[in-house]
């Protein structure tokens, strides 16, 4: 009787580097493991196929056939991940973490004023960005002094709406987007457990791209309604192996579950 195999899950998925590359302040060799996935949600694997005929004789009907694969797409979807699993699941440039030189953000507070008309800011603004309005009115509020976080105005007990910038400066990991994080092919493999349905027995398969070119972009959708966010990792594995004799990918079916305690 035939055997009969069935599996799904895609785990212990790693790619290695194929050439000497930087990723934030790791320095990685040809071989050495960029990152690792223990567990990928989904995993949607479609071979694309190139077909050519020889057509002649009677209604130039097809004689002989020519099927070679050009390529392997693979989409996988990622909930949650480290710094370089992020960098690779957008092909962003990871830079740090290391001392930057201050990254500027936004900030609006709602404040009241006291006795003395002091507001005390969460942080203190950059020059030049500082803007008061009276939260009743709307209108832009020009006369007042400031030292530090403390500001202080004409009006006591008002309520004042404050738009300011702020340099945060800390360890902070900055990904560029624009500037590719891989422009060659890396490496992936992966494992899964095959059960057959015939003896029930559980088995290891390995699957493996020796050629894999990133396809990845960032799209994240955000809202109160929206699902948790995902990274979506596409990729797309090309031909390697002499004419004649070339592949994409491999699939080993081994006779033990190396994954199993026992």
């Known amino acids: 009787m035939d055997s009969m195999f069935s599996f799904k899950d895609l785990e212990k998925v790693t790619l290695k580097a194929t050439y000497n ?14 990152a690792m996935f223990d567990s990928l949600q989904i995993a949607n694997l479609n071979e694309i ?3 050519v005929t020889a057509n002649g004789g009677f209604d130039n009907r097809a004689h002989v056939y020519w099927t070679t694969t ?3 797409q693979l989409n996988f979807l990622q909930g949650v991940f480290s710094k370089e699993q992020f960098s690779l699941l957008t092909n962003a440039r990871l830079i740090g973490p290391a001392q930057s030189t201050g990254v500027r953000i936004t900030e609006q507070e709602l404040l009241e004023s006291d006795e003395e008309g002091s507001i005390t800011l969460k942080h203190t603004p950059i020059e030049g960005t ?5 939260k009743e009115t709307g209108s832009k509020i020009t006369t007042y002094s400031l030292n530090g976080k403390v500001i202080t105005i004409e009006d006591e007990y008002i ?3 404050v738009n300011y910038v702020y340099e945060y400066v800390s360890n902070t990991v900055t990904y560029r987007f624009g500037q590719r994080l891989l422009d060659g092919y890396v490496e992936l493999e992966g494992r899964t457990r095959i059960k057959d349905d015939v003896t029930g027995q559980v088995v290891t398969g390995i699957f493996k791209i020796p050629k894999l070119r990133l396809m990845s972009d960032l799209s994240v959708r955000l809202g109160p309604q929206a699902s948790p966010v995902t990274g979506s990792f596409k990729a797309e594995g090309v031909p390697v192996g ?3 004799n070339s592949y994409v990918s491999e699939f080993f079916i081994l006779s033990d579950d190396i994954e199993s305690d026992l």
Do not use: H, T, W
């Open 70 to 72: 050009r390529a392997i």
């Open 49 to 51: 196929v190139s077909e």
């Open 130 to 134: 500082l803007f008061l309005y009276n």
């Open 159 to 161: 309520e004042v709406v």
């Open 21 to 34: 590359m930087k990723i934030g302040d790791r320095e990685i060799v040809p071989g050495e493991v960029i």
């Open 242 to 244: 002499s004419r004649g």
